[in-house]
């Protein structure tokens, strides 16, 4: 009687694809938040990115090469990163520099964007600004590729433009 009422339970499939969907739910949930995570992201960088462009696009129209253009390119990345939502926690890296050659393929960096090439020499002058934020994901770790020791992870965003 035992021995019937046993084999009768391993035969019986009832219950089986229960079983199959605890094995693999949690799985199915780490892809989706996973997904989620990664598109939260890349929406961040694109935000940065989004803002570094306009950002040069509005330092651009000064057109005046008599101050360095880092004060207005961190004014402007703080309005546009405010303008994106995040009005606190960005790191604005601008910088502004002069290049010059003489034979049109050896590009020598002078020392202040304000100065001048000698007359013989071609001039060219860029600008760039590099905005960078923390984002947390919802299950930091710092296993995660390129996590920082508190589980989150560094995005930036980048522009530049030759000037002159």
């Not at 040069?56 to 939502?85: D, F, H, P, R």
Request: aromatic share 8%; glycine share 6%.
């Amino acid at each position: 009687m035992i021995r019937n009422a046993v084999s009768r339970l391993l035969r019986n499939e009832h219950g089986a694809s229960l079983v199959e969907l605890a094995l693999t739910a949690p799985f199915m949930a780490s892809l989706l938040i996973g997904m989620a995570d990664l598109s939260r992201a890349f929406s961040m960088k694109l935000q940065m990115e989004q803002a570094a462009q306009r950002t040069i696009e509005q330092v651009e129209q000064q057109k005046s090469v008599a101050t360095s253009y880092n004060a207005s390119l961190t004014a402007e990345a703080t309005s546009a990163m405010a303008a994106a939502g995040y009005s606190t926690g960005n790191t604005i890296t601008p910088d502004s520099w002069l290049e010059c050659s003489s034979n049109g393929t050896t590009w020598t960096r002078a020392a202040s964007f304000t100065g001048a090439c000698a007359a013989n020499e071609s001039t060219a002058r860029y600008v760039n600004i590099t905005i960078a934020r923390r984002f947390t994901p919802m299950f930091p770790s710092r296993h995660w590729p390129g996590a920082n020791s508190d589980g989150t992870i560094n995005i930036s965003g980048y522009a530049e433009v030759r000037l002159q």
